[in-house]
């Protein structure tokens, strides 16, 4: 049985199942590396258009592999944390939407998986938390940097320090993840969410993710000027052509991502 499944459907939308669920999909350096290898592919493959992350039984990710984290020295702790950064951080920059669909508990590095997403939803039995504190450790795989830019550094400190799990109707009202749904209409919800965003510019997408992402922390001044040059960028686009024709036209664009 594969550690991390993939399917990818007609509308290029490439469906990621981790697949432990006797461990509670938690993330071994298998899980790790199979990640890698798909969200790699996924970023140079034009057949795939969107991503969606989610688990398979119960949980969504319930961290990482304990077992191995028991093993981790101060040498070997840092590579410990920086593999799962590199997986995360894949992820974030993929170039193309991502969702994590959040079936159940999203623990540690669990959490910060979902967290490199682009959007996430959860179901109404999710849970959410980074319970590093409990184990002497603190989150090594982005947690204390993306859970505070998420939901302010109040609420990051309160997650971190206590340790806590917070439900899918808190981490909404928190701003962690967008939409709460039952648990069997979960996936219908997520490739919904999905279809939406390929509705629009392919190109015009790649670029707000980028802006976001890489303006997020600059000074306001030189995070517009990079916003000015990525919309000068796709003003000469054959996107901006055709949406804004047909705007004018009063028809629904068909955008080619050039």
């Known amino acids: ?9 007609n509308a290029g939308i490439l469906t990621v199942t981790l697949n432990r ?19 790699n592919s996924a970023k140079e493959n034009p ?21 191995q984290l028991a093993n981790c020295t101060g040498e070997t702790g840092y590579h410990f944390a920086k593999e799962g950064q590199a997986v995360c951080r894949l992820l974030e920059t993929l170039g193309k939407p991502s969702l994590a669909a959040v079936n159940g508990a999203a623990f540690g590095g669990g959490c910060e998986l979902a967290m490199s997403a682009t959007f996430r939803i959860a ?9 590093e504190v409990k184990l002497g450790v603190i989150p090594g795989y982005g947690g204390t940097q993306r859970l505070a830019r998420l939901v302010g550094k109040g ?8 340790g806590r799990f917070i ?4 981490a909404m009202q928190w701003g962690l993840v967008s939409e709460v749904v039952d648990e069997s209409a979960l996936m219908d919800c997520a490739k919904s969410w999905q279809h939406s965003v ?29 916003e000015a040059l990525h919309f000068a960028t796709v003003c000469a686009s054959a996107d901006k052509e055709e949406g804004t024709a047909a705007f004018l036209a009063k028809r629904q664009p068909v955008f080619q991502g050039s």
Request: proline letters at 4%; aromatic letters at 4%.
């Open 47 to 67: 057949r795939v258009r969107a991503l969606i992350l989610t688990g398979a039984g119960k949980a969504f990710c319930a961290g990482a592999d304990i077992q």
């Open 1 to 9: 049985m594969m550690s991390v499944e993939e399917q990818i459907d």
């Open 123 to 131: 179901s109404k039995n999710a849970k959410f938390g980074q319970p």
């Open 198 to 226: 390929l509705a629009m510019s392919p190109k015009a997408v790649a670029h707000v993710m980028d802006v976001i992402d890489r303006g997020y922390d600059l000074p306001l001044t030189e995070a517009l000027h990079m």
């Open 155 to 162: 609420r990051a400190l309160d997650l971190c320090l206590t």
């Open 21 to 39: 669920p006797e461990k509670l999909n938690a993330l071994n350096a298998e899980v790790l590396a199979n990640l890698s290898r798909i969200f």
């Open 167 to 170: 439900s899918a109707d808190t």
